[in-house]
């Protein structure tokens, strides 16, 4: 298991993880399996979404921003259940297949760790398990 | 892994793929592990829910278009900033148990490729890992 | 694999299971790996957040309520297409790692059974899969 350090600049933002997640991976030589990237946090998350436009990003958190916003009734005194929220509707991890030694993404995919409480110091952990398959 | 091809024909649609992720996942002759189904795109997505009745499915695609309007004001310009949004909501992939050589899906289960930008011709990927646990 | 039983008491809540999944890590004797907490029903879900204060729990439950309204004109005839989305959306799985033989979660992150259309006798399953990476 590998813990990596990001560092976020706002309340909520999406930060590509990709490079790391990928030198993770690379650096276990494993050439077949399944690699997990895990939040700790309880107000962020990971997600996989487009890259290659950075306003799809700013849209999710926009978008997210209007469907649960901060400014709701809740009971938790931090005033931060929003983020709660929407950390567990987006999820804790991503796991990704392992394929010739890389990370088997889409075309416009993209690994982005999610703050929805920044910004903060924050971590992530990737674990790649490998095993060859027959399919 | 294997690559599964799929054609959807509407705009927002529920596939349901359970038959394909279970040959798939027969085919590696793989008697126990973790079964990963896979979306390498980024305005679909992977989810397991009730396929006795169809109606859940409609519901779930009227839900969140309910819920995420596409007519929202969005930066991203191919406005389909929604799809990309009920994408990272529903999730990338599912996981599931494979056990007895097959997939463990509760009784009223089954896994359906989630189409919210179509209609496309799509793919998504199946991974088997396998090794035996004493638990 | 392992099922274990949990019991619901209202038709939304969640129920700490942490200690029983931790039991079963432990019990399989792996060092290190990946853990899969799976929900086999269709209006319930897994998911990982803070368990210090309990509110958080209760502010997911009236947060999730005010999403997807229970009344919203729904084709499904038993009256819990809520139920059925809210379950999509958090996810029917949570993948959590294996290190030193136990559950690697964050200082409050605790997991969470979601009930959405309770009360009822429910079951989840536990699966653990090892094998050493070197990263």
């Known amino acids: 298991m590998r813990e990596i350090s990001v560092s ?6 999406l930060v590509d993880i990709t490079s790391s997640v990928e030198n993770a991976v690379g650096a276990t030589g494993i050439p077949s399996g399944l690699c997990v990237i895990y939040c700790p946090h309880t107000t962020a998350a990971i997600t996989i ?3 290659a436009d950075p306003s799809v990003a700013e849209d999710m958190v926009s978008g997210l921003r209007r469907l649960i916003p901060q400014g709701w009734d809740f009971s938790h005194m931090e005033g931060n259940s929003d983020a709660h929220i929407k950390a567990s509707l987006i999820g804790t991890s991503e796991t990704v297949i392992v394929d010739d030694g890389r990370l088997v993404l889409g075309t416009w995919q993209r690994v982005f760790f999610c703050e929805f409480d920044g910004p903060r110091k924050r971590v992530f952990f990737v674990k790649v398990l490998g095993r060859a ?3």
């Open 133 to 135: 398959d027959t399919g």
């Open 8 to 13: 976020t600049r706002r309340r909520e933002e």
């Open 49 to 51: 979404n487009e890259g």
